[in-house]
């Protein structure tokens, strides 16, 4: 395949008869870690719900591995090899984490089979030990950690993560940027939308700025990181 992995191409998104998106641009490449940063209200959350097909774009379009998703329902999606990971994390509160777990396993699109159960509790060790637990029962940071495993389970061919760092424990979050900087060591595909920037600059290689239901910048993690005019105007708190 050439071309990006994913094109997300002038979409119009609206709830009801408010328009939350205009004209929304972006591409991540295979391999690529980009950060969709803007304020609360932005338009990070709706643009990664569009993505993943739980908000249907009223005009533009989104390809994913060269397909036309645009209309496609998230199960559709999702099997195409596209893992999204939502804000409010949605484990099955009720199940333990193994079962979460195995509830999701999968073969990705191609067949391929990188993440079996051994794996991640090598990679997530902190879950192991809370195998046989409801995952109702654990922490906001366990609960995003298997979040997380739980998307990779069905080896995707990319990942969408909906604010990661939102509500955590500083250590915690620390824990979830050196995991996320392992997945861009092994060559995965993220696309990660946050309000905190400091978290990104360490884990992200690119970065698109929305604002407004519009993207008003992009560029390299570092020349954001040099761009004190950007920072202060859209992402300063």
């Not at 972006?26 to 908000?55: D, E, P």
């Not at 739980?150 to 990942?159: I, S, Y």
Request: charged share 20%; hydrophobic share 45%; with cysteine.
């Amino acid at each position: 395949m050439t071309g990006p992995v994913l094109s997300v191409e002038a979409i119009d998104v609206f709830y009801g008869a408010s328009q939350i998106l205009f004209g929304v641009d972006l591409q991540v490449a295979q391999g690529q870690t980009m950060a969709l940063l803007g304020r609360n209200g932005a338009g990070k959350s709706t643009t990664m719900k569009a993505i993943a097909g739980l908000a249907a774009p009223r005009a533009g379009g989104i390809s994913f591995r060269g397909q036309d998703v645009t209309a496609c329902k998230p199960y559709v999606v999702a099997r195409r090899g596209l893992a999204y990971v939502p804000e409010d994390r949605q484990v099955f509160p009720d199940h333990t984490v193994q079962d979460n777990l195995l509830i999701a396993a999968k073969k990705g699109p191609a067949g391929q089979d990188e993440w079996p159960l051994k794996r991640l509790y090598d990679v997530f060790p902190l879950l192991e030990p809370l195998k046989y637990r409801a995952a109702g029962r654990l922490s906001g940071g366990e609960q995003q950690m298997l979040a997380i495993a739980r998307a990779l389970a069905g080896n995707p061919v990319m990942l969408l993560l909906d604010e990661p760092s939102e509500g955590l424990a500083p250590i915690v979050v620390a824990g979830i940027g050196k995991l996320l900087k392992q997945l861009r060591s092994a060559g995965a595909t993220v696309l990660i939308a946050e309000q905190n920037m400091h978290f990104c600059l360490g884990v992200a290689s690119d970065a698109v700025v929305i604002d407004k239901g519009q993207i008003v910048y992009r560029d390299t993690i570092a020349g954001l990181k040099a761009n004190k005019d950007v920072r202060s105007r859209y992402l300063a708190m």
